[in-house]
């Protein structure tokens, strides 16, 4: 409600009209707790096949059960003048994901059917890791996802064609094991799915010198959910 003020009839009323004639101060009265939350940076693809490539991109999920909205939220990496601002209006329903691409052009080609997108960022990722930010309207951050290219990190995200996929439930986007190896392309503005894609073979050694000897086959990568 409203504090006593003699242009306010109704200290209940949601909204009131006044003519105001002087100054004088509106004092709001909240009750109740912040609501937690529920955006969360579900996949990040930072490094495409050359085969594939939609460029960077980067989806956010509304993880709550009522519209979230993030007009005028930030998108940022690790330099601090990379900054992409949501256009006013934009609002996520319950389980609602939006793609935030690098380059529409490369985006579209790979992926034509998804709707849910905004950009392009303006900036691209960084091929040996990054951060990604997210800022609300007032620059405070909501989310940030520190991503590396190498183990403990999943590595078939690091140009061999998957995304970053978010583990369901995991708290913490900076831990390693917070994130799996996606599908090949990703899965932009849809749930994750297992998919049937080939083993990536990345490594193979063959014949190591004496003293050394690990064994002749060594394969790394491929999907994996844990």
């Not at 009265?29 to 939609?54: C, K, Q, R």
């Not at 183990?151 to 986007?173: F, I």
């Amino acid at each position: 409600g409203w504090s006593a003020n003699p242009f306010i009839s109704n200290l209940s009323a949601q909204s009131f009209s006044a003519d105001l004639s002087g100054n004088t101060v509106f004092n709001a009265n909240f009750n109740g707790e912040a609501a937690p939350n529920t955006l969360m940076i579900s996949e990040i693809n930072y490094h495409s096949d050359p085969t594939t490539d939609a460029g960077d991109w980067i989806e956010l999920h509304n993880d709550g059960g009522t519209p979230l909205d993030i007009s005028d939220y930030r998108i940022g990496d690790e330099e601090w003048y990379h900054l992409f601002t949501l256009p006013t209006g934009t609002v996520l329903p319950p389980n609602g994901r939006l793609v935030l691409y690098e380059s529409q052009g490369r985006f579209e080609t790979q992926h034509p059917d998804v709707t849910q997108k905004a950009g392009p960022l303006g900036f691209s990722l960084d091929n040996k890791g990054d951060v990604v930010r997210v800022m609300d309207a007032f620059g405070t951050t909501v989310e940030n996802a520190v991503f590396d290219n190498k183990k403990p990190w999943p590595c078939t995200p690091a140009g061999l064609g998957r995304s970053l996929e978010r583990q369901e439930g995991a708290v913490d986007p900076n831990q390693p094991d917070s994130w799996f190896d996606g599908c090949m392309g990703g899965s932009p503005a849809v749930p994750y799915e297992p998919c049937d894609d080939d083993l990536v073979v990345s490594e193979i050694n063959y014949n190591s010198p004496a003293g050394f000897d690990a064994g002749n086959l060594q394969v790394e990568g491929g999907p994996r959910r844990h």
